[in-house]
Structures are given as structure tokens and as C-alpha cells.
């Protein structure tokens, strides 16, 4: 459709093309979420709770949990919650700011890695089946695109 028949649709018209990608966006995270966390069922770990360990390697040193929930896109309840849950499983632990007293750290554990290891290690499973299924420049493309979508959208 050419720029001047999209400006020129009613206001109350919808587009069936993006509704169409903004379901394909939901499922699309849905299907992920449920494919990785079927896959780290084994190691008793969630996509979730994968992505705050990898988090807290990358960032190499303890955060307080507001860099947590920010890094993560989410709340900061939601990333306390999710802290408490690795905490309890010995994968992460509570620590006080050396600066500042009255600020909690989280900081993960020799366990923690080794489940994260683990847990990368079954990842590479999902990597494969990209691989499989993309070409490298299907790869690119599709990066590209969803790059693009999060930057509008930050």
C-alpha cells in the first residue's frame, strides 16, 4: 500500500497486517518462553530465572535490584520476587552495599554459575534448531527488524 492510501484510510480502519504481527509478537514470546523453559525443566530452572543469572554474570559484580528489574524490563516487585526464588535455592544471595548499608545487593552463587553453565549448555539446543530453521541472513534480518521494534518501544 503506498504512503498516500494508508494516510488516507478512515482513522477507525484497522490494519489486519499489524494486528496480524502484533498476535505473531505475542505467541511468538509465548512459544520462546514455553520451548526454554521446557528445556531447563531438567535443572529446576525458568527462563526467568535463567535471565537474572545471566544478568548478574554479565554485569560481574552484585547489582541492587532496581538495576535488576530495570535491566530485565520489569518491575522492581517482580524482580525481588524472582531474587527471593533464587535466594531460596541457594543460586543467589542477599548482600549489603560496602558504600551504603541500607542498599541490597544480589549477587549470585558457585551454584548459581554452575546452573547457569547447565542451563546455557541446553540452550544451545534452541541455538541449533535457529540455525536449522534461519539462514544467516534470515538471522540478520530478523534481528534487525526486532532491534528496531525495541528501540521504538524502550
Request: aromatic share 4%; charged share 30%; net charge neutral.
Amino acid at each position: 500500500m503506498s504512503y498516500m492510501k494508508y494516510m488516507n484510510k478512515k482513522s477507525d480502519e484497522r490494519d489486519e497486517t499489524i494486528l496480524r504481527l502484533l498476535g505473531l509478537l505475542h505467541r511468538t514470546e509465548k512459544i520462546t518462553d514455553g520451548r526454554i523453559n521446557a528445556l531447563l525443566q531438567p535443572i529446576s530452572l525458568t527462563c526467568a530465572q535463567h535471565q537474572v543469572l545471566k544478568l548478574l554474570i554479565m554485569a560481574q559484580e552484585p547489582l541492587q535490584l532496581g538495576q535488576v528489574a530495570e535491566k530485565l524490563h520489569n518491575v522492581r516487585s517482580n524482580a525481588t520476587q524472582m531474587v527471593d526464588r533464587l535466594v531460596a535455592e541457594g543460586l543467589v544471595e542477599r548482600i549489603f552495599d560496602p558504600a551504603d548499608r541500607r542498599r541490597v545487593l544480589a549477587q549470585i552463587t558457585e551454584e548459581g554459575r554452575r546452573r547457569f553453565e547447565a542451563a546455557a549448555q541446553l540452550e544451545r539446543q534452541v541455538e541449533q534448531e535457529l540455525c536449522v530453521s534461519f539462514s544467516q541472513q534470515e538471522r540478520d534480518q530478523l534481528i534487525t527488524l526486532l532491534s528496531r521494534l525495541e528501540e521504538v518501544w524502550k
